[in-house]
């Protein structure tokens, strides 16, 4: 059994039956309304929502608590263009040679391409990064476990919170992303993981009419 003097009491709340459906159902349909955008306001977001966004996802499980994940917030005007010329060059390459007919046959209802200007419009970018290992203050390597599920969950938990904010988010992720290691001259123990866009949606966008799977299609009950 591991040593008491490293646990404290659990902070928890339990809610009554009709509190707890009440919060299921309004987090849900606020959820419900989450859409990936693709046409940003350049309008400014408050530097404290983007703090608290990203507090929210460092709370996020991961394995052996290694917290395996770095995002770092790219707001300057010259590293956006940067990164967008990187991304659209791989992104040019995806369309003409790298994606499958199927693939693109996906992609076709979306109506995307290998033109990204929101990664210059939008005011916001969060480059996550998935760390192999932690470095401790000697500079020892010390493994991450679960890594891609822990960053994953990370992810997940921002998005989650830059919605329930009022702020729209795109997930891109050009192949390969080596292009922001570089950039942003992060250490070779980090891989790029995902890039998040982050903002207002521009006045009167659009965005894809879809739909969501219902219930039965995407989970199973077994009592």
């Known amino acids: ?3 008491s003097d490293q646990f404290i009491a659990l902070n928890f709340s339990p809610l009554e039956e009709q509190a707890m459906r009440d919060e299921a159902r309004a987090f849900y349909q606020q959820m419900s ?3 990936s955008v693709r046409e940003f306001s350049s309008q400014e977001v408050p530097q404290s929502v983007l703090e608290d966004a990203i507090r929210a996802a460092g709370t996020a499980p991961s394995g052996a608590n290694m917290q395996p994940w770095h995002f770092v917030v790219v707001q300057n005007p010259t590293l956006k263009r940067q990164i967008r010329e990187a991304a659209e060059k791989e992104e040019r390459e995806l369309y003409d040679h790298r994606a499958s007919d199927e693939w693109l046959r996906a992609l076709a209802p979306l109506g995307t391409d290998a033109q990204k200007p929101f990664l210059e419009t939008a005011p916001a970018l969060i480059a996550i990064f998935l760390k192999k290992v932690t470095l401790d203050v ?8 679960y890594t891609s599920e822990s960053v994953g969950i990370a992810t997940g938990m921002l998005i989650t919170a830059l919605h329930r904010a009022g702020l729209a ?4 992720t050009p192949s390969p992303m080596k292009f922001l290691s570089e950039i942003l001259q992060r250490p070779d123990h980090e891989r790029p993981f995902l890039l998040l866009v982050v903002g207002y949606p521009a006045k009167g966008v659009q965005v894809p009419d879809i739909a969501r799977a219902a219930l039965d299609d995407i989970a199973t009950f077994l009592s």
């Open 138 to 145: 000697d500079g020892n390597k010390h493994k991450n476990y």
């Open 33 to 35: 309304t989450r859409r």
């Open 169 to 172: 988010t795109l997930t891109h």
């Open 1 to 3: 059994m591991a040593d």
